[in-house]
C-alpha cells in the first residue's frame, strides 16, 4: 500500500523532532558541566579564602551584639524592677533586638534573675 502524503509528513515531522530532542540533550548536557564545573571553582576558591583569612586570625561569622559588660549591664538592669519593670524597657535602652536578646537571656534565666530579690 502506498503511502499518503500525511504519513509521510508524520514520520518526518517525528525525526525531526527527535533529532532537536538529540540536540536538546547535548546541549543540556554541555551546559550542566559548565555550571558544576564552576561551582566547584567557587567552591574551591572560597575554602582558599577562608583558610587564608584564619592565618590572618580572622574567625569570620557575624559581630556578638553583647560583649560581657553590657551582658552584665543588662543582668543589673533586669534585676532592678523599679526602673526597668518590662523586659521591653531593657532591650529599649540596650538598644538591640529581641531575638539577639533572648539569645542571651532566655525565659528561664529572666525569671531566675527577676526573682533574686
Do not use: C, W
Not at 82 to 88: A, H, I, M, T
Amino acid at each position: 500500500m502506498p503511502r499518503t502524503d500525511l504519513a509521510a509528513s508524520r514520520d518526518s515531522g517525528f525525526e525531526e523532532r527527535e533529532a532537536r530532542l538529540a540536540h536538546s540533550n547535548l546541549f543540556f548536557h554541555i551546559t550542566a558541566a559548565f555550571d558544576e564545573f564552576q561551582r566547584e571553582l567557587i567552591v574551591e576558591n572560597t575554602r582558599a579564602g577562608l583558610a587564608a583569612a584564619r592565618k590572618r586570625g580572622r574567625r569570620g561569622g557575624r559581630p556578638k551584639v553583647l560583649d560581657k559588660e553590657r551582658i552584665r549591664l543588662a543582668e543589673a538592669m533586669l534585676k532592678d524592677t523599679v526602673n526597668y519593670p518590662f523586659v521591653g524597657d531593657v532591650i529599649d535602652h540596650l538598644k538591640i533586638g529581641r531575638t539577639a536578646f533572648y539569645r542571651y537571656f532566655p525565659p528561664d534565666r529572666i525569671r531566675e534573675l527577676r526573682n533574686q530579690l
